[in-house]
């Protein structure tokens, strides 16, 4: 397969935002969203996917987060369509369990085309750094829809909120990475339908 890139740009009055994916790269990225913890979950899911990202967000963060986080995970999740294509010839499918100290978080992905979430992640803090948490499941809602897939996260077991903010993003990085893989039995779509 040739390198698999989508580039995406998306302005309103509230947040600027510009994201590139190589979804066969190294884990090399460039992230700048104005939120430390933010970037960071998203470094993590770079790295662990092995993603290059290139993501470069100016918000309107003088009002909060909420923009800056959901418009963000709209421009992902259309950059990662993007680079996919018609989805010929990919495994489509990907799960992970991902340990990290006390958490176990789990992920699984079917690049449908069919956008749908299903997250369960109770946290005990409303925020994480500059982070509102319940951004995390606005973020991840936003990337389903913007990538039309069907995307399962679950926080296991876990007790430190940070561990578990970061366990779910990295498993997210490695179930995408699964899913977007070559399968070399399969040239067309995998799909009785014809299409995703």
Not at 96 to 125: H, K, Q, W
């Amino acid at each position: 397969m040739e390198q698999r890139i989508g580039n995406c740009h998306r302005e309103t009055k509230e947040t600027q935002i510009e994201v590139t994916i190589c979804l066969d790269g190294q884990g090399k990225n460039d992230i700048h969203t104005g939120i430390g913890f933010f970037d960071h979950m998203l470094d993590g899911f770079a790295r662990h996917g092995l993603f290059d990202l290139t993501v470069h967000v100016n918000g309107d963060l003088d009002v909060d987060c909420h923009h800056t986080v959901e418009d963000t995970g709209i421009v992902l999740g259309q950059a990662i369509s993007e680079a996919l294509g018609d989805k010929a010839g990919i495994k489509r499918y990907g799960s992970f369990l991902l340990p990290m100290d006390e958490t176990l978080a789990m992920c699984a992905i079917d690049l449908s085309g069919r956008p749908y979430l299903n997250y369960d992640a109770n946290y005990t803090v409303e925020k994480i750094g500059e982070l509102d948490t319940e951004m995390i499941r606005e973020f991840f809602y936003a990337v389903s829809y913007g990538a039309m897939m069907n995307l399962h996260l679950k926080i296991l077991d876990g007790v430190n909120n940070h561990h578990m903010a970061e366990a779910m993003f990295k498993a997210f990085g490695k179930a995408l990475d699964m899913a977007t893989m070559e399968e070399p039995r399969m040239k067309e779509v995998w799909s009785t339908k014809g299409s995703l």
